[in-house]
């Protein structure tokens, strides 16, 4: 199953400077928690933003640039094709965890999403998420996770 994994702020706000504009440690454990022995594709700038593989998944990276050169144990594919290939091929679900640009990459292909709400305003956020990416999803689940944050599990209808 290809699943989308993403915290939103109350404006849609995923990111600032590149990087996540807030800092929950209820939200990295269930992100942890939630992708650990799956497969994890990021596009080029969250690769850059985590400057890592994250440990016990397959980390891709979607990436057409030859700018990005990730380890060994990382993937680098060209094409979200090449992605939708592999995917074929895992006995695992395939998380897309970002930037705004690989999400919407994916949206006609993701399945499932996984939403933390994060209950705050970012002041000066640069990257959001439309208003409406969650149309043609149903609510399936709600869980509080800690720090006020709501997680929501939406299906496709």
Not at 73 to 78: C, D, Y
Not at 107 to 126: F, G, L, M, Y
Request: aromatic share 8%; glycine share 8%.
């Amino acid at each position: 199953m290809i699943i989308g994994i993403i915290a939103i702020d109350e404006n849609y706000a995923i990111g600032k400077d590149g990087t996540l504009p807030w800092k929950f440690p209820a939200d990295l454990k269930h992100f942890k928690d939630t992708t650990t022995g799956h497969a994890v594709v990021m596009g080029a700038n969250t690769w850059r933003s985590i400057g890592r593989p994250l440990p016990n998944r397959l980390n891709v990276v979607l990436t057409g640039s030859g700018s990005v050169t990730p380890p060994p144990e990382v993937m680098r594919l060209m094409t979200k094709e090449e992605v939708l290939d592999l995917q074929h091929y895992l006995n695992r679900h395939l998380f897309v965890i970002g930037g705004a640009h690989t999400y919407r990459e994916f949206a006609d292909v993701i399945e499932k999403w996984i939403v933390t709400h994060i209950p705050v305003a970012v002041v000066d956020a640069d990257t959001f998420m439309p208003p409406d990416f969650l149309n043609g999803f149903e609510e399936t689940a709600v869980e509080e996770i800690g720090d006020g944050l709501v997680v929501k599990t939406l299906s496709k209808s």
